[in-house]
């Protein structure tokens, strides 16, 4: 399984950007996908995750109304929508697949990464 993460970039606060994940390899259609990011001096943390059939999707606490994560199994793709950006925001987003347990925050693979500044 390959993942590569696009779209990162400089944002103002209060801006929006659009990620993407295409993910090769692997039955797509049957994963749970997550996204993770790691600011400069802290320790990785979880951001959201959405179930094989977008059925179930998670966020973490500071996210939720914010962040949308989307997918489009014909294109292996996954979206994160990062709205109301905030400068705590900037971080080397990544993301990750296929991912089980609690929330989908287990993952196997992971992408590149891209990065993400916000501003103030």
């Known amino acids: 399984v390959q993942l590569q993460a696009s779209g990162g970039g400089l944002v103002q606060a209060g801006g929006s950007l659009r990620l993407s994940c295409v993910v090769s390899g692997g039955t797509f259609s049957s994963f749970g996908v997550a996204w993770f990011r790691q600011a400069p001096g802290k320790e990785r943390e979880f951001v959201t995750a959405?179930?094989?059939?977008?059925?179930?999707?998670y966020y973490a606490d500071s996210m939720k109304g914010r962040f949308t994560i989307s997918r489009d199994n014909a294109k292996s793709t996954v979206y994160l929508q990062m709205n109301s950006q905030k400068p705590e925001d900037t971080a080397v987003y990544y993301c990750?697949?296929?991912?089980?347990?609690?929330?989908?925050?287990?993952?196997?693979?992971w992408g590149q990464g891209t990065l993400v500044t916000v501003s103030s």
């Open positions: 990750a697949a296929p991912c089980t347990g609690f929330e989908y925050r287990v993952c196997n693979y």
């Open positions: 959405i179930s094989w059939s977008a059925g179930r999707t």
